[in-house]
């Protein structure tokens, strides 16, 4: 069974840094994609940043040159360092792993779990 804990955020100001923490257990095979996606109110879940295991990393155009996204593999960990942060950063930023067990026609097929979320707030 895997399982995603986030950890980090909370109140920062404008211009602020914070660094938001995933930590997975369970089985994670050697495909798979961790993410962090953001949901601010009335607005619908959006991507921020994402890490395959293969490949390079993507980034919102609205985060770019602003947030860093990190993996540790050995640690299964997935990190969120935030910089410059402005108030429409504000969000519940939720972690999310795409583990793939297989392929199909050369297409991963994957498993998505979320993590509970964590409430970033940028005051102005």
């Known amino acids: 069974q895997v399982q995603l804990v986030e950890s980090g955020g909370g109140l920062v100001q404008t211009g602020g840094s914070t660094r938001l923490s995933c930590a997975a257990s369970?089985?994670?095979?050697?495909?798979?994609?961790m993410a962090w996606y953001r949901q601010a109110p009335g607005k619908e879940r959006e991507l921020v940043a994402e890490?395959?295991?293969?490949?390079?990393?993507n980034y919102a155009d609205s985060v770019k040159g602003r947030f860093t996204i990190s993996r540790d593999y050995a640690k299964k960990t997935v990190i969120l360092q935030m910089n410059s942060l402005q108030p429409e950063d504000t969000a519940v930023y939720y972690c999310?792993?795409?583990?793939?067990?297989?392929?199909?026609?050369?297409?991963?097929?994957?498993?998505?779990?979320w993590g509970q979320g964590t409430q970033v707030t940028v005051s102005s």
């Open positions: 999310k792993l795409a583990n793939c067990p297989r392929m199909r026609d050369g297409i991963p097929e994957c498993n998505s779990y």
């Open positions: 890490s395959p295991s293969i490949g390079t990393a």
């Open positions: 369970g089985r994670i095979f050697s495909v798979n994609t």
